[in-house]
């Protein structure tokens, strides 16, 4: 088993910065990859980036590309995702998740453990 759990959301204006955190912790962390997905108000779940077990890949999904940045840090066991120029379109409940899978991480039922979420909102 693994449990994650995010941190670091909350309220921002549009145009800021925020960094968001996931502790894991349960089984070697550096055995997996990781993702961000996220979820709007209305909206399907969708990818927003993963970061293979190495750290030597990551992809982003179009909408966030160049904006936001997944490191992680394996002696800390957390993974991180910088969020800089914020729209209020990025607002949503972001999750954390974690995969042994190599393979297709930017789809969610990749993911075996997945954290409970944290709320990020964005006003103009």
């Known amino acids: 088993q693994v449990q994650l759990v995010e941190s670091g959301g909350g309220l921002v204006q549009a145009g800021d910065s925020v960094r968001l955190s996931c502790a894991a912790s349960?089984?070697?962390?550096?055995?997996?990859?990781m993702a961000w997905f996220r979820q709007g108000p209305g909206k399907a779940a969708e990818f927003v980036a993963a970061?293979?077990?190495?750290?030597?890949?990551?992809y982003y999904a179009d909408s966030v590309e160049g904006r936001f940045a997944i490191s992680r840090d394996d002696a800390e066991n957390k993974v991180y995702l910088q969020m800089n120029s914020l729209k209020s379109e990025d607002a949503a409940v972001y999750y954390c998740?974690?995969?042994?899978?190599?393979?297709?991480?930017?789809?969610?039922?990749?993911?075996?453990?997945w954290g409970q979420g944290t709320q990020v909102t964005v006003s103009s």
């Open positions: 970061i293979n077990w190495s750290g030597r890949k990551t």
């Open positions: 998740a974690a995969t042994i899978n190599i393979d297709y991480l930017q789809i969610a039922d990749t993911y075996e453990y």
């Open positions: 349960g089984r070697p962390f550096s055995s997996y990859s």
